[in-house]
């Protein structure tokens, strides 16, 4: 690594990267109540400041010298934990088949495919790579799990400033918190980033094609239920790998002894 890991670069890049989105949707004029709802709202209020965020992270992480801890980690935790990214999965899945494609135009799809993608791939960078890679140079990990997942809920605050209502704004950030925590645990259990990525792409693809359907609810919707399963699991989750965590590193300072 080019430069050691400490905790304000994790909230630096952070800011860094939420500045760029706030800049693209006041220069674009974005509401965010309305992104998503058209190709062409996609395109500027996704894709468009995500991806300029995106190249921000990506450029700053090379900088930093720290792709490789960013993407990659020590598996840690039993096996049995990897239900967790299925559950997400089938939790997304009911999301996007709750109301069916209706009224989704093909290129309002493709558009919010390649936004999400670039959503997955620049949170998951910023906050479960680099954030978690700087607080690490800082914290033990029950502070990397804690600050990395606040500031992936912090970062959602933005959307108050651009349609959002105060009540709106004030949940999603609790259920950011809430689902960065699964994504942490994610990230231990499978040793990648890039299962991040991909099933938070696909969390938000789902979400927002639900959206943007005018079709009525689906006997899929019920899957949706599996959420309350990632919280539980994740719960658990957390623990065991922190526990884990801590229990190796004990051994290796008995070792080093």
Same mark, same amino acid.
């Given at each position: 690594?080019?430069v050691q890991?400490q905790?304000w670069?994790a909230?630096?890049v952070?800011v860094?990267?939420?500045?760029?989105?706030?800049a693209?949707?006041?220069? $674009?004029g974005? =509401?965010?109540?309305?992104?998503?709802s058209t190709?062409?709202?996609?395109?500027?209020?996704i894709v #468009?400041?995500?991806?300029?965020?995106?190249l921000?992270t990506?450029?700053v992480?090379?900088w930093? +010298?720290?792709w490789g801890?960013a993407?990659? =980690?020590?598996?840690t935790g039993?096996?049995?934990?990897?239900?967790?990214?299925v559950?997400?999965?089938?939790t %997304? #899945?009911?999301?996007?088949?709750s109301?069916g494609f209706?009224?989704v135009e093909a290129r309002?799809?493709?558009?919010l495919a390649? +936004?999400?993608? #670039?959503?997955?791939f620049?949170e998951?960078l910023?906050l479960?790579?680099?954030?978690?890679v700087g607080?690490?140079?800082?914290?033990?990990e029950?502070? !990397?799990?804690?600050?990395s997942s606040l500031?992936f809920a912090?970062?959602?605050?933005i959307?108050?400033?651009?349609g959002?209502?105060?009540a709106?704004t004030?949940?999603?950030m @609790?259920?950011a918190?809430a689902?960065g925590t699964?994504?942490? @645990?994610? /990230? /231990? !259990?499978?040793g990648?980033?890039v299962?991040?990525?991909l099933?938070?792409?696909f969390?938000?693809?789902?979400?927002?094609?639900?959206?943007?359907?005018t079709g *009525? %609810? $689906?006997?899929f919707a @019920? #899957?949706?239920l599996f959420?309350?399963?990632?919280?539980?699991?994740?719960?658990?989750g957390?623990v065991?790998v922190l /526990?884990?965590g801590?229990?190796s590193t004990?051994r290796?300072?008995v070792k080093? *002894?």
């Amino acid at each position: 690594m080019r430069v050691q890991p400490q905790a304000w670069i994790a909230v630096a890049v952070v800011v860094g990267y939420a500045a760029i989105m706030g800049a693209t949707w006041f220069f $674009t004029g974005t =509401d965010y109540e309305t992104v998503g709802s058209t190709a062409a709202s996609a395109m500027q209020g996704i894709v #468009l400041p995500v991806a300029l965020a995106s190249l921000f992270t990506a450029a700053v992480t090379y900088w930093l +010298g720290w792709w490789g801890p960013a993407l990659r =980690d020590t598996p840690t935790g039993p096996r049995w934990l990897l239900v967790l990214p299925v559950l997400i999965v089938l939790t %997304a #899945l009911g999301n996007l088949l709750s109301h069916g494609f209706e009224g989704v135009e093909a290129r309002l799809v493709l558009t919010l495919a390649l +936004g999400t993608l #670039l959503v997955g791939f620049g949170e998951e960078l910023t906050l479960r790579g680099v954030a978690v890679v700087g607080l690490r140079g800082s914290f033990g990990e029950v502070g !990397v799990w804690f600050f990395s997942s606040l500031l992936f809920a912090l970062l959602h605050a933005i959307n108050l400033f651009f349609g959002q209502s105060a009540a709106a704004t004030l949940q999603q950030m @609790v259920f950011a918190f809430a689902i960065g925590t699964a994504l942490y @645990v994610v /990230r /231990r !259990v499978t040793g990648t980033l890039v299962i991040c990525i991909l099933i938070h792409a696909f969390w938000d693809f789902g979400t927002f094609v639900a959206g943007a359907s005018t079709g *009525a %609810a $689906t006997p899929f919707a @019920v #899957l949706a239920l599996f959420q309350y399963a990632v919280i539980v699991v994740a719960i658990i989750g957390l623990v065991l790998v922190l /526990r884990q965590g801590r229990a190796s590193t004990q051994r290796a300072h008995v070792k080093a *002894a």
